[in-house]
């Protein structure tokens, strides 16, 4: 977040609830008026300075391996880790995300969400529940589908493993 303040510290100063800045922050959301009037009081800037650059879409991006930005996604249901490999281009299509699934880890109920989604497993293994039916995955091991099926990722392993993991969602197609 912006001024060195986590996401929680923003969402217990500005009464804002976390899932909804990391999706403003992440650009899923549009905020309402009324919600960048209270993330521009928290942050003591001006709304001219907390838009600025947003138009910008530019024709290259990188993300270097220690600017990768970590964000919080349904923490209450999974532990996995989230890593934004494209948080520096606003309004892209896909979302890009390094995922580290913990050792017995992951997420413990299936969930469904809008779009479509492709997974490749960098590191380790893990398993994928996908509409009930569970699939062991294995290193360089892939997987396309659509995300509005019930799905979940998880680790029953002892090791860490590492998943490459791509959104887009349908109002992109």
């Known amino acids: 977040m912006a001024k060195g303040l986590t996401l929680d510290q923003v969402s217990a100063a500005s009464g804002l609830?976390?899932?909804?800045?990391?999706?403003?922050?992440?650009?899923?959301?549009?905020?309402?008026?009324?919600?960048?009037?209270?993330?521009?009081?928290?942050?003591?800037?001006?709304?001219?300075?907390?838009?600025?650059?947003?138009?910008?879409?530019?024709?290259?991006?990188?993300?270097?391996?220690?600017?990768?930005?970590?964000?919080?996604?349904?923490?209450?249901?999974?532990?996995?880790?989230?890593?934004?490999?494209?948080?520096?281009?606003?309004n892209r299509a896909m979302d890009p995300f390094e995922l580290v699934v913990p050792a017995k880890g992951g997420r413990k109920q299936p969930m469904p969400h809008e779009g479509e989604e492709f997974l490749m497993v960098l590191k380790g293994r893990v398993e994928f529940e996908f509409d009930g039916e569970v699939q062991s995955l294995a290193e360089g091991d892939s997987v396309y589908f659509d995300a509005e099926t019930e799905h979940r990722l998880f680790n029953v392993t002892d090791k860490e493993a590492r998943v490459l993991c791509v959104f887009l969602e349908r109002s992109s197609l």
Do not use: M
Request: overall charge positive.
């Open 17 to 90: 609830g976390k899932g909804l800045l990391s999706k403003v922050e992440n650009f899923r959301v549009t905020p309402t008026l009324p919600t960048l009037a209270k993330l521009c009081e928290t942050l003591g800037v001006k709304l001219s300075e907390l838009v600025e650059g947003l138009d910008a879409k530019p024709k290259l991006t990188i993300v270097r391996r220690n600017q990768r930005k970590a964000i919080s996604r349904d923490a209450s249901d999974s532990n996995i880790e989230y890593h934004s490999l494209a948080h520096r281009r606003a």
